[in-house]
């Protein structure tokens, strides 16, 4: 489990583009057969890739969580970005699909993830046999103090929003899975937008929200595209260079924003002092710098 230390606005305007990245932007997240995890000391937040290809992978307590259950003291968000699979939890198994969501509360034992394997009913052609793209799974995980079922959402399935217009190449469809009036969490609110054919920014005009840290995992973007993920604060911007299936952490006091260079998805998840999705404070474009 990596270890990201906790970021004050003042150090921005010193960072290098080195440093921005290493303090942000969290690569190398989906390793073939591997848990990959990323803990944040703003809001305690840890994230998570879990890529199940030669065949299952059990989540497992760290001693920087101290808990010998990850779900021991916490709970997680976790969406599918990759091909079909499994997470079976406490022996029930969920079916998760391209960008299927499943909320998994406090207090849960055992949780497994696989990868579905095609042709499995015609397992003796080894011809028909051939696997289907391997299962990405994202987790987004914060501490709780109570406790709320295990929840599944298919893919598109959540409270769906249509934002923006097209002439602001900013058209998008947001699919809140897990919020206040939907799965029920305890700190948790997370959710996924996918941007229209022609449409390239994402969450703009940008804002802040002082009580919640947020994280981005951009996705479904081509292999040679990128998104130019905008942080800092309204008045001090930087930006990032990001790539598919790659995350970025924005602290409390960081706007949030991004433009790709082809449409793309991505997992937009928080945790912090409240769960109200509109509770924002929006920048005027012409007063960033």
Do not use: K
């Amino acid at each position: 489990m990596e270890q990201r230390y906790a970021t004050a606005p003042d150090q921005i305007p010193g960072m290098d583009t080195a440093e921005l990245r290493e303090r942000y932007l969290v690569p190398g997240l989906f390793v073939d057969d591997e848990i990959c995890t990323v803990y944040t000391h703003h809001d305690r937040i840890v994230l998570g890739g879990i890529s199940p290809v030669s065949g299952p992978l059990t989540l497992t307590g760290f001693p920087e969580i101290r808990s010998e259950q990850f779900f021991e003291h916490r709970e997680a968000g976790i969406v599918n970005v990759g091909g079909p699979g499994t997470v079976t939890v406490d022996g029930t198994v969920h079916q998760l699909g391209h960008g299927a969501c499943l909320y998994v509360g406090r207090g849960v034992g055992d949780v497994v993830f696989a990868s579905t394997p095609a042709g499995v009913e015609a397992a003796d052609d080894a011809a028909a046999a051939v696997a289907a793209p391997s299962a990405r799974f994202y987790l987004f995980s914060a501490p709780a103090h109570t406790a709320y079922p295990t929840t599944l959402v298919p893919a598109g399935q959540g409270t769906v929003r249509e934002l923006g217009d097209p002439l602001t190449s900013n058209r998008r469809t947001l699919n809140q899975y897990i919020h206040e009036n939907g799965v029920r969490s305890c700190q948790v609110v997370l959710g996924v937008t996918t941007l229209h054919p022609g449409s390239m920014w994402n969450t703009m005009p940008a804002h802040t929200h002082a009580r919640r840290t947020e994280c981005y995992l951009y996705f479904d973007l081509p292999a040679e595209a990128r998104v130019l993920h905008v942080l800092g604060e309204p008045s001090e911007t930087r930006h990032l260079v990001v790539a598919d299936r790659e995350a970025i952490i924005a602290p409390s006091w960081s706007v949030h924003s991004g433009v790709g260079t082809a449409a793309y998805s991505f997992v937009w998840a928080m945790a912090g002092e409240n769960q109200a999705f509109d509770d924002m404070d929006g920048f005027d474009v012409a007063t960033m710098r």
